[in-house]
């Protein structure tokens, strides 16, 4: 079975905190995975987007969104959501703020 | 050749006003553009240049960000540099104050919302909860106030590193002097209008701001109340007889003189503009037996308002006196309060001030 990745693709805003990288690839656990979990392995080594995009109880920020393959997975079951093997991950900054 | 530096931490960023002879201002910024900066503090111990300011970002959430060389360039930790234990199930919000403190040079406390107090012993770079506070029994029954449920002031008493008050809105005073171990709350005279049965509860009152003067005076301006304490907080007097009004948010003691406070009084908090919409400072040098306005050089008509962290004394002698306001100017005055002068216009809201001389 080929190895297979998943992109969790970074807004403009997070690239400058990692020296301009738009997307972390993540290798797909064949067990089966969750968006908390794809982001637990794409932030191990970028550790500054953990807190970012998370508060220290492991919560999504309520003003950050998170797609996967283009679904809103923040309106759903959140970092619980499954993240298919190969997925999109596009995280966003809400649009919200003055 | 010493230069003065003001930080100004606004709605949207964080503007560094520099000056080598407090008369001539350039202004650098922003910083973290679109960040709130609620918080901030010059760290000049062992001559350092050192800043530190709270951020939030409203998508990507609070940090503190640090300066080494006078808020020139910044750096933030890969970790979060403050953060709840995991015990507590509870994120932070904000940092509303930081705190060098005089008896220790690695020493910087974090005043946060949620209500909570963090210490960092390595300059800043990182903070633990401190245990005594959070854990309080009155923690519970603390309320927001309008700008959120913070610990947003720490007054630590120099030469006494075991005495410290901290002030949170809404919630009153409370002291430790076991250097953070335990908490008492320390209200008594310190009046709380809009409690409909009891107005001097042994807490929650919304003191705004406490400052310390040379002597160990304190002064407190509260939500409806301006106090001294003769006696470390134990007790609170009111000094608000000879102002305009009782209302207001930012309330500063001289350095080096026994008995001059500044107050920066607003209309009442149903009309958060100055008294008569004339911007304006009061001063006393009778540890506010007595008060005088000091208005020249200020809007004779304004409607702005000052908060309670946007006022701010240097470290310079004479004192400089600095202020920054809603509608984003920031004034400086080089005698003490008598004649103003401004330094920053058409900034966004100004939440925190702090200036400093740096060798």
Redesign the interface.
Known sequence: MPLTSTRVILPG??RDLVGGMAEIEVADDTAGQTVGQVLDRAFTTH??L????R???G?I?R??KVFVNGEDATRGAGAATPVPAGARIHII??V??G | MSETIVAIGTRKGLWIARSTDRQAWSLEGPHFL?GEVAAAAIDTRESRRSVLAGVK?????P?VQASEDGGRTWT?S???SV??P?DT????ERVWQLTPDPNDSDIVWAGVEPHALFRSTDRGATYELVRGLWEHPHRPAWEPGFGGGAVHTIVPEPGDPQRLLVAMSAGGVYRSADAGRTWAPSNPGIRAYFMPDNEYPEYGQCVHKVARGVDGELFAQNHKGVYRSDDGGVTWDSIAAGLPTDFGFAILAHPRRAGTVWNIPVADDGERIPPGARLQVQRSEDSGRTWREQSKGLPSESYTCVLRDAAALDTADPVGLYFGTRNGDVFVSLDEGDLFARIATQLPDVLVVRAAQLD
């Open positions: 805003l997070l550790r500054i953990e807190g970012k995009v508060d220290e109880r919560l920020r003003h950050v900054n809400a919200s703020g | 679109m970002s409203w998508h990507w959430g940090t933030e890969a970790e979060r953060a709840f995991t199930d509870t994120a932070l």
